[in-house]
């Protein structure tokens, strides 16, 4: 019997109520293959502990979480208890950087039963992948001065190392694919750190011949992404680019609620993160609204990530059976609760 150990951190708002839905999942699935199985163990860490505590998590939280398979991670912030810097950099940013995971994964496409805002979304199917490490998110800069004279300094960090590695990552995962990678820079207008990005790019490019390429302005590629988002395959993005985009992924896919993510170790020295790409939403928590796929569906990526691959696959076509027998939340346009979903998809797993 094969078992996978996952540390689970349900976190704020909705997250409470999706993680254990993705767990219950995540068991089924267990049970159905019948030769592994998932422990978990939940740590409360939240922005209501950093009420209690003063901190989103305790001193010795990385040591705690460093010998785990991976991280299943439900959502971090709520506005009406903690500043968003505070709870984001104590607690998903801290795990992000001190974790090593370097590599953001984000997949969108349409799945079936569910409809995309797009009026012909062609049947899209693509993946960005993000440098998680640096770029633009780089913490280094400052402020200076007094009213008018006041200035904010925020510099960007590219590295060939890092750079490359998003690259790489990304070409490996198109020649699984339909292989073509797309880059995403900005270098008619940021003069240092994206005609880098574009040399780095062309060197990588030149280790996968086989593979097509192109590059596009993130402000065309925005664009593209709502007129033409069949076009795409693989995306690598810098860490700001990245993460604009996989915000217009889900919104294309029909709500953010249903859009999933990994944030990923590549060195093995620490486990990755999966999580939804929603926020905690503390306005409908509680409600049994909430859209738990973009949570299973991130399962489907921890699976995935953990070599389980062929299990993978079958949870999201067991998604996309329920999404096409109608079984929606009301973020894309059904009225079935959380849990009605969620034993829906476990069902459909069992009757495999």
């Not at 990304?170 to 005609?195: C, E, W």
């Not at 409600?287 to 990530?305: E, S, V």
Request: net charge negative.
């Amino acid at each position: 019997m094969k078992k996978w150990s996952i540390a689970s951190i349900p976190g704020d708002g909705v997250g409470k109520e999706v993680v254990p839905a993705g767990q219950k999942v995540l068991d089924t699935v267990a049970e159905v293959h019948g030769g592994l199985s998932f422990e978990f163990t939940s740590f409360p860490w939240s922005c209501e502990y950093y009420l209690q505590h003063g901190v989103m998590m305790p001193e010795n939280g990385l040591d705690q979480l460093k010998d785990f398979d991976a991280i299943f991670l439900g959502a971090v912030g709520n506005l009406d208890l903690v500043p968003d810097h505070i709870s984001l950099w104590g607690l998903l940013i801290k795990i992000r950087r001190e974790f090593e995971q370097v590599i953001n994964i984000r997949p969108a496409k349409q799945l079936k039963g569910v409809t995309s805002p797009l009026v012909n979304p062609k049947e899209f199917d693509l993946l960005v992948v993000r440098e998680n490490s640096e770029g633009e998110y780089s913490s280094i800069g400052g402020r200076m001065n007094k009213g008018e004279d006041e200035l904010a300094i925020q510099n960007a960090v590219f590295s060939r190392k890092a750079s490359e590695r998003a690259m790489r990552y990304a070409f490996d995962l198109a020649a699984k694919r339909r292989q073509h990678v797309t880059s995403a820079t900005k270098s008619n207008g940021i003069v240092y750190s994206m005609p880098f990005w574009d040399d780095v790019f062309t060197d990588v490019s030149k280790d996968y011949p086989s593979i097509q390429t192109d590059s596009q302005h993130i402000d065309a590629l925005a664009a593209f992404f709502v007129t033409q988002p069949e076009r795409f395959d693989v995306i690598v993005a810098s860490n700001l680019f990245g993460d604009i985009l996989t915000d217009i992924g889900a919104a294309i896919m029909g709500s953010v609620g249903i859009a999933p993510a990994a944030n990923i170790n590549v060195n093995g020295a620490y486990p990755s993160m999966f999580e939804p790409v929603h926020g905690s939403a503390p306005d409908i928590f509680g409600k049994g609204i909430a859209n738990p796929i973009g949570q299973i569906w991130t399962a489907k990526l921890m699976l995935d990530h953990l070599g389980e691959v062929e299990l993978g696959e079958k949870l999201l076509d067991v998604i996309e059976e329920t999404t096409t027998a109608g079984i929606l939340t009301a973020d894309i346009g059904g009225n079935y609760s959380t849990e009605q979903v969620t034993n829906d998809i476990i069902n459909r797993l069992r009757s495999l």
